[in-house]
């Protein structure tokens, strides 16, 4: 994704990142969806919008690339969610009651050049914003997903820490079949059947324990896209792009794997909040 270059170094033996994170051409995107909110998402429930949709709050500010949160509000839009933007352009700004009534917080990738640690400073300096605030919202029953660089910031030092386990950069473990920074497919495993999903420079999950749901796995085995609970809340992290619309793909001369990706996309979002595709 040309808007969002990750750069991430991460040693074995120390949990630093350094991450481009995975950004994208820029896009039209939609306008925000206006919804009010209704009681908190508590053991998978989700807040419903008077329209009787779920209300997604999506991230869109310094931290996210041109065209990110708007992928994932069309994703989103798609599967059902009523959506609103937070941040400092957004229609809610981050503050203490911000995702009170919210069914899902939505971490997309972020901006070309930049670090993961320069992304979570960008993230901090927006007044109302604090990881505790989104730690507690997914604790008490909330859902968290994270799409690449908030893959990323599920993880440890910096981030939410919201992961049974950490992230790493997919390009730099053993056996990686993308090595570069530049804007790919990916081969992975989804659910054991093969795909091909749009990539840039995302991470990997190290999870740990029994409960943790491994949806998909890079070829080398790391694993791409994992659900797993924290608290009474559930977290979604991708580190391939789901929600890639069919202009990522041509703005890199790549084969459309759009349609795939949204299927994707729509089995991880299921996954994490529990409910059915719509039929």
Not at 60 to 74: L, N, Q, Y
Not at 125 to 135: K, M, N, Q, T
């Amino acid at each position: 994704m040309r808007a969002g270059r990750v750069t991430a170094a991460l040693a074995l033996a120390v949990s630093v990142l350094v991450a481009t994170a995975c950004g994208a051409p820029p896009s039209a995107g939609n306008s925000d969806t206006a919804g009010q909110a209704g009681q908190a998402a508590r053991a998978g429930k989700a807040a419903q919008d008077p329209d009787g949709r779920p209300l997604a709050l999506v991230y869109r500010g310094p931290a996210a690339c041109d065209g990110c949160p708007e992928a994932a509000h069309d994703m989103l839009e798609h599967d059902g969610f009523a959506v609103r933007y937070i941040g400092p352009a957004g229609q809610t700004r981050f503050g203490p009651d911000a995702l009170s009534g919210v069914a899902l917080y939505v971490q997309p990738g972020g901006t070309n050049g930049q670090e993961v640690s320069s992304a979570w400073r960008l993230l901090r300096s927006d007044p109302g914003f604090s990881a505790e605030l989104v730690r507690s919202y997914v604790r008490a029953g909330g859902h968290y997903l994270g799409l690449c660089m908030g893959g990323y910031l599920a993880g440890r030092e910096p981030g939410y820490g919201l992961l049974p386990g950490d992230s790493g950069q997919y390009i730099s473990s053993r056996d990686a079949t993308v090595t570069d920074e530049q804007d790919h497919l990916v081969d992975v495993l989804w659910r054991g059947q093969p795909r091909k999903m749009y990539f840039q420079d995302g991470p990997y999950f190290d999870v740990d324990g029994p409960g943790p749901q491994v949806l998909a796995r890079y070829t080398n085995g790391r694993a791409a896209a994992v659900v797993a609970s924290y608290g009474a809340g559930r977290v979604a992290v991708s580190g391939p792009h789901p929600e890639a619309p069919p202009e990522w793909y041509r703005e890199y001369k790549l084969p459309d794997e759009s349609r795939t990706g949204l299927d994707l996309g729509q089995d991880l979002l299921h996954t994490l909040m529990g409910t059915a595709p719509a039929p």
